[in-house]
């Protein structure tokens, strides 16, 4: 069977997928090969903003694309944390201007994941789910209001589960 190789950036995948499938000048045998959907990756570090020297949307993305993925979802690690609007919006509109796949971040449980108080939820919604990467939400009560919260906003929250005060004490 021949099959022509595509590799399309863009945020029209189906059209851009089409525009290189006419302009292909590759092909070749891909008899034993074996042809995905792209993949999505839930838990990726792009470390913008606040981290640019680590990585970026704009380098992740192309990495992601250019080992089949084409959605991913960033950890809220950033500065500003994502945990209130305007925080998310600057992160937003960073994804909107460099993304090359789709990029779906996540927003805090707590503010400055610190654990202390909860972010500010009901506001982040366009978030894809909520976590403190790294950080287990160590309060019971606070991690059971905000299940409860995500729970009536249709989101899932991402946990670190862990004690923080057992984790170097060998148990």
Not at 65 to 70: D, N, S
């Amino acid at each position: 069977m021949d099959f022509t190789f595509v590799k399309a950036y863009g945020t029209d995948y189906v059209g851009g997928i089409r525009a290189a499938l006419a302009a292909s000048s590759f092909s070749g045998n891909t008899d034993g090969l074996t042809v995905f959907p792209g993949f999505c990756d839930v838990h990726v570090h792009f470390r913008e903003p606040g981290f640019s020297y680590k990585e970026t949307i704009r380098t992740g993305s192309l990495a992601a694309a250019a080992g089949g993925y084409t959605a991913v979802c960033p950890m809220p690690n950033l500065n500003p944390v994502p945990d209130f609007r305007e925080h998310l919006d600057e992160e937003l509109a960073i994804i909107r201007r460099d993304a090359v796949v789709g990029v779906f971040p996540y927003a805090a449980v707590t503010v400055d994941e610190k654990g202390a108080v909860l972010s500010d939820m009901e506001h982040l919604t366009d978030a894809v789910a909520f976590s403190d990467d790294g950080h287990g939400v160590q309060s019971d009560a606070m991690m059971r209001e905000a299940m409860v919260r995500a729970k009536a906003l249709g989101k899932m929250i991402v946990a670190h589960c862990e004690v923080s005060g057992a984790r170097w004490s060998g148990i």
